[in-house]
């Protein structure tokens, strides 16, 4: 590969806290070489001029479906990456409920075999925390990691056993593996499928209370503070939750946030009639809640933010709600929603980035979401101001369940590379 | 009444009946006045009108029911149209038939109308998306019953006059129940004050932002009211805990002749059925032509479906 500039772009990089309009220069093995004003140039190498955009590390996303195996009519690893890079994303953290389950060595083997010549992103795959997903018998946390799994995660499914539960974190402290949780006690959500309250009672769906989240989060930030490992909850929705959060952050318990762009970006009124592609876990809340994430995101209670990436197909979705399955596609769509925060004035720009680069590459421990010198040269270019209309068929996810079908967006990727390669453009 | 002009507001709107939440205040009176003028007919000896002829309409039923599934059987047949009545149970959706296929299948025959009752709250505005007929709610999951409070509201003109200025008390589970709900919206858009009375158990959060004031405390509750409705406890209510048991429910939330003189003196009795004697109501109670309108209940609701089958059929 040749040596690359790219020129007169607007640098914004949290990890080195840089914010400036300067040159990235890309060495031949497609490394950061230099970045910043002070950067130099190189005769020989191919300049791409990129005024008025700006560059960032390319997305880390921490929640994404990869439908590979089992569900490849819902997405593959192609279609995924396709997404991904249309939206700047560069690296995938994939969840494990494919079928057969990602719980057992073989099927890591398989995956990352599978995503190395199908994907053009980097991935990084989960295993389940529990076997079959069951919750009942932990997976080789060991062996798995020694493999190259990243983290363990149930997905949409939370360890209900207490007892369980804190093995889980006793035995995960002392071999380094981060445990990712689904809040959610399944007693008080059952045959629940929207957040409990006026809008649940108009439509006559059974709700379901943000104590469900809440309790868990309660009980395994108590178990945590006697078994300290790397701990991690998915998605919060609520307040209540917050304030949980916070009283235990301030305590000096350890454990990282995340949440789903779609709960800061919608509320449960976005539902309207039965709108079976906003049926997602933790539902949306009121705005109330919404406006409560986006205030953690400022205090830095939460640190990441992840699109919760779910393709399901149109039968699936095309169902009373409460049969309708739950989720919807972001990853593509993921970068633009999040900047409606910082046009509507929520949040910074830089902190929103952070949220998307370096804050979940530090929890994954994994060298990327930085532009340091020496990194590999994963790059999201967009342009901030460049509106346009969110079209479900347009979108590259092979299931077209997106929660935000015809919103107006403010911001899109230009351009994504991976490695020092141009791998997306428009 | 309120307005016997002849008001038609149904002409310019959508052609389905899906909730009162997306009924106008004329929408509802126009429905009304015209099944008053269905009461005669169905009192009388010559029941037949030819308005539907030639129109077919099919009763899709999910759910067992008695009642509301025999009254739209007969209005259909009173007006003329074919009527065609399928109980689904479970057995399309065990052999894999999504409610969308069962929808494409029958939208194939060609019917007019298609009243639906389904488990699943929001049914039939699915099916309202995928069909080029008139969709008619019957009752879905916990949501909706228009043709339920429609026909309650009838009774009660029928008997009070009006509706406007009256205080009505609906009480039970109200949070599984979808008559509850539509005649919360009913009652208040014709300008009735409602009062909600149920244990916390079994009364829906956020339920005061619907326009009502809830109670736990059958003697407040009642205090003043025009009009007690009952509603049905269903008995799964008990394996699921809502409550402790039958006995502490009847003592508590159980309509005896003593607590419904909390009401007003000449407070009339409603009961959407089926009743649970000894459960929601006193037995003697519910039989009491003084007070019950359980009987004019059923009669009227012929007249408030052949009225909405009219209306909404095109």
């Known amino acids: 590969m040749k040596e690359k500039i790219l020129t007169n772009v607007r ?78 994303v560069t690296s995938i953290v994939t969840m494990p409920n494919t079928k057969p389950v990602i719980d057992n060595v073989s099927m890591v083997d398989f995956i990352i075999r599978r995503g190395r010549d199908k994907a053009k992103v980097n991935l990084f795959p989960c295993a389940s925390i529990t076997r079959q997903m069951e919750g009942n018998q932990m997976t080789e946390f060991g062996l798995l990691k020694a493999r190259g799994i990243i983290g363990f995660s149930d997905v949409n499914k939370t360890i209900q056993n207490s007892e369980l539960m804190s093995r889980i974190m006793n035995y995960a402290s002392d071999i380094d593996v981060l445990i990712m949780q689904h809040a959610e006690d399944y007693e008080l959500t059952k045959n629940s499928c929207i957040n409990q309250g006026e809008v649940a009672t108009r439509l006559g769906l059974q709700g379901v209370s943000d104590i469900a989240e809440k309790i868990i989060i309660e009980r395994d930030l108590s178990l945590l503070s006697e078994f300290p490992c790397r701990y991690h909850i998915n998605q919060i929705s609520s307040k209540n939750s917050l304030n949980v959060i916070k009283k235990n952050k301030s305590n000096g318990i350890k454990f990282s946030i995340g949440v789903s762009i779609n709960n800061l970006s919608l509320n449960q009124n976005d539902i309207g009639e039965f709108r079976t592609f906003l049926k997602l876990s933790p539902p949306l809340r009121s705005e109330e809640d919404r406006l409560s994430l986006i205030e953690g995101i400022k205090n830095d209670l939460i640190n990441v933010i992840v699109s919760d990436h779910i393709p399901e197909d149109e039968e699936s979705k095309r169902l009373p709600f409460a049969q309708a399955a739950t989720g919807s596609i972001g990853i593509e769509t993921l970068l633009s929603l999040s900047l409606e925060l910082y046009h509507n004035e929520s949040l910074p720009l830089e902190k929103i980035i952070k949220c998307l680069t370096i804050n979940p590459a530090k929890i994954l421990k994994i060298d990327k979401g930085s532009l340091k010198e020496g990194s590999d040269a994963d790059i999201c270019i967009f342009d901030l101001e460049k509106p346009w209309v969110v079209k479900a068929e347009e979108l590259k996810s092979k299931s077209k369940n997106t929660a935000i079908e015809n919103r107006k967006l403010q911001g899109k990727v230009k351009m994504t590379l991976l490695q020092g390669e141009v791998v997306y453009s428009n | 009444m309120a307005t016997e002009k002849k008001v038609t507001a149904i002409k310019n709107t959508p052609k389905h009946l899906l909730g009162i939440q997306n009924l106008s205040v004329l929408e509802a009176k126009e429905i009304l006045t015209e099944a008053k003028s269905f009461i005669k007919l169905n009192r009388g000896s010559s029941k037949k009108l030819d308005v539907l002829r030639g129109k077919t309409q099919i009763n899709l039923f999910f759910e067992p029911s008695t009642r509301t599934q025999s009254s739209f059987d007969l209005a259909g047949k009173r007006l003329g149209a074919d009527v065609m009545t399928m109980n689904m149970g479970n057995s399309a959706l065990k052999k894999g038939e999504t409610l969308i296929d069962t929808a494409m299948t029958l ?94 158990t079994l009364m829906p959060k956020g339920i005061d932002n619907l326009g009502v004031k809830s109670f736990t405390d059958m003697k407040k509750g009642l205090d003043g009211c025009d009009i007690v409705m009952m509603l049905r406890l269903q008995n799964e209510r008990m394996k699921g805990s809502f409550l402790p048991s039958k006995r502490e429910y009847y003592e508590f939330f159980g309509l005896t002749p003593e607590k419904l003189k909390f009401a007003k003196k000449d407070a009339l009795l409603m009961h959407p059925g089926p009743m649970n004697r000894g459960v929601e109501i006193d037995t003697k109670l519910a039989d009491d032509i003084n007070v019950s309108l359980v009987k004019e209940q059923v009669e009227l609701g012929v007249a408030v479906r052949m009225a909405c089958l009219k209306l909404y059929c095109k």
């Open chain 1, 11 to 88: 640098i914004i990089d949290p990890s080195q806290k840089m914010d400036e309009i300067g040159n990235i220069v890309i060495d031949e093995k497609g490394k950061i070489k230099s970045i910043g004003k002070k950067s130099g140039t190189s005769k020989s190498a191919e300049k791409i001029d990129l005024k008025g955009l700006i560059a960032i590390p390319g997305l880390v996303d921490m929640k994404a479906f990869v439908g590979e195996p089992g569900f490849e009519y819902k997405e593959n690893f192609r279609t995924l990456s396709q997404a991904a890079l249309a939206g700047g």
């Open chain 2, 107 to 200: 939208n194939a025959m060609h019917p007019d109308i298609i009243v639906i009752r389904h488990q699943d709250s929001g049914a039939p505005n699915l099916l309202s998306q995928k069909v080029n007929c008139t969709v008619i709610n019957a009752g879905d999951g916990r949501r909706e019953h228009p043709t339920q409070a429609l026909l309650d509201a009838l009774t009660i003109i029928n008997r009070k006059g009006n509706i406007e200025g009256l205080k009505i008390a609906i009480c039970g589970d109200i949070l599984h129940s979808r008559v509850a709900r539509s005649n919360i919206y009913l009652m208040n858009m014709l300008g009735a004050e409602v009062n909600v009375i149920a244990p916390k």
